[in-house]
Structures are given as C-alpha cells and as structure tokens.
C-alpha cells in the first residue's frame, strides 16, 4: 500500500504544481491555459497525473484506483493521450475543463484517503 500512498503524494503534489502555476502567473485559469510558457507546464503535471493512476493500474491497486470514479481515470488517460499525442491541436477548453473541476475532485479524494494514514 505504501506504494500506492506514494503514487498519491505524485499526484497530490501534481495538482498542486499547477495550482501554484496558476496563482502565480496572476491570470485567470483561461488565459493561464493559453500562456506560451504556463501552458506546457500545466500540460506536463496533468501529462505526469495520468501516469501516475496508470502506474497504479499496472501495480494492480485496484482498491486505491477505486477511490477515484471510473470516468474520472478513463478522462484523465483520455487527455493525456489526447496532450500527448496531438499537442499542437490539443483543445485548450479541455485542459480548462481538468483544471477548473477534475483536479480539485482529485486533490479531495487524495486528502481524504491520506489524512486516514
């Protein structure tokens, strides 16, 4: 399980990279996301989060991975993928969408199931 607690700390430390990103740059999510320079980086933590969940499939955490919805997981691989493999046209909406309302369910749901270890 230690492993798995630790692939949530990635995770949870991912989110926070982009919250960071974002305060810093002092710019709305929308204007954040289009930035030249804070783009990539927010696009690399979301990129790093999706490895992370698929690291936990692939070490068989299925009762950690059941923490987070079934849609939630396939949407985040899905954007991964989707940042990975078609940068240059990657739907900045879609990034907005992660940022603004799958992270924070992702920070909640980490926070919870940490503060019981």
């Given at each position: ?98 940022v603004r309302y799958n992270l924070p369910i992702f920070k909640?749901?980490?926070t919870t199931h940490l503060s019981h270890?």
């Open positions: 399980m230690s492993n798995a607690i630790d692939r949530l700390k990635k995770i949870y430390v991912c989110i926070e990279n982009i919250e960071f990103i974002m305060n810093e740059s002092n710019l709305k999510v929308t204007h954040s996301i289009e930035d030249k320079i804070i783009k990539p980086a927010i696009r690399m933590n979301i990129i790093r989060i999706a490895e992370q969940f698929n690291k936990l499939k692939d070490e068989n955490e299925f009762t950690t991975l059941e923490l987070f919805t079934s849609n939630d997981l396939k949407g985040i691989n899905a954007v991964r993928n989707y940042i990975a493999h078609d940068y240059d046209s990657t739907d900045d909406n879609i990034i907005e969408d992660v909640e749901t980490i270890f």
